[in-house]
């Protein structure tokens, strides 16, 4: 009779568990969708700002860039060195973020969605930017970085 006892709690114990460690997970995937997008947040404060070292934070060591138009940027200096001269050369006082979707698994998200600029040479008239973005974050120990960015305008 005992044994029976122990093997009915068992099995009702047992979908507790399992809804437990769904509600476990869910909430995990709900905070590192929080914290890519507050990682997002900045990276897209840091351009209104002209703050390379905060954009660069931001940026993963593996960083490969991808934009129409431009050979691809792969590693940090190249990174750096894209950042500081588009920095040097354009106020963006205005940049939107539409996240359209934002896949969240384990240590990578996905962020896809579209933008809006308004970049100011330091010289001549403004120029609005519409386009497509896909940004491949990657947590690396607390934080989220950009792996993968592609980047492609849309025709005005």
Not at 109 to 126: C, F, H, L, N, R
């Amino acid at each position: 009779m005992r044994r029976w006892i122990q093997y009915t709690a068992l099995l009702m114990a047992t979908p507790l568990l399992a809804c437990g460690g769904r509600a476990s997970r869910t909430a995990r995937a709900s905070a590192d969708s929080a914290a890519v997008m507050a990682a997002s947040e900045r990276y897209r404060m840091a351009w209104i700002a002209g703050d390379t070292a905060t954009a660069l934070d931001v940026i993963s060591k593996d960083i490969r860039i991808l934009i129409s138009g431009l050979p691809d940027i792969v590693g940090p200096e190249a990174t750096r060195k894209l950042f500081v001269d588009e920095m040097a050369t354009y106020r963006v006082p205005a940049l939107t973020l539409n996240h359209d979707d934002l896949i969240v698994r384990g240590d990578h998200a996905i962020d896809i969605g579209t933008y809006e600029e308004t970049q100011v040479p330091k010289s001549g008239a403004p120029i609005q930017g519409k386009g497509r973005f896909m940004t491949i974050w990657r947590r690396e120990g607390n934080d989220w970085h950009i792996v993968r960015y592609m980047l492609n305008e849309l025709p005005k």
